[in-house]
Nanobody
Framework: QVQLVESGGGLVQPGGSLRLSCAAS????????MGWYRQAPGNQRELVATITPGREINYADSVKGRFTISRDSAKNTIDLQMNSLKPEDAAVYYCYISGPIRQYWGQGTQVTVSS
């Protein structure tokens, strides 16, 4: 059974950094597109970053230059390094994998940015 487990969220001051990690199991992770969404209370879910099997990467304009997505195929992890965090980055962050039949999602990890 496919499982995705996010970790690394927490409370950080504006300008600070966090590194999120998503551990995947039950799927041959490296052959599928994957990435991160986020959703703040009252807001729509927003695509933050995506990475393809060929390591092509796309970011939302709001995070370009500040966030970096990466994957480690050997460890089956997807990471999101978040630097220069802003209050508007506060949200629950979800990782996903576009599998052969459907997309898979984790439970999310909370990121709070507050002074």
């Amino acid at each position: 059974q496919v499982q995705l487990v996010e970790s690394g969220g927490g409370l950080v001051q504006p300008g600070g950094s966090l590194r999120l990690s998503c551990a995947a199991s039950g799927i041959t992770f490296r052959i599928y597109a994957m990435g991160w969404y986020r959703q703040a209370p009252g807001n729509q879910r927003e695509l933050v970053a995506t990475i393809t099997p060929g390591r092509e990467i796309n970011y939302a304009d709001s995070v370009k230059g500040r966030f970096t997505i990466s994957r480690d195929s050997a460890k089956n992890t997807i990471d999101l390094q978040m630097n220069s965090l802003k209050p508007e980055d506060a949200a629950v962050y979800y990782c996903y994998i576009s599998g052969p039949i459907r997309q898979y999602w984790g439970q999310g990890t909370q990121v709070t940015v507050s002074s």
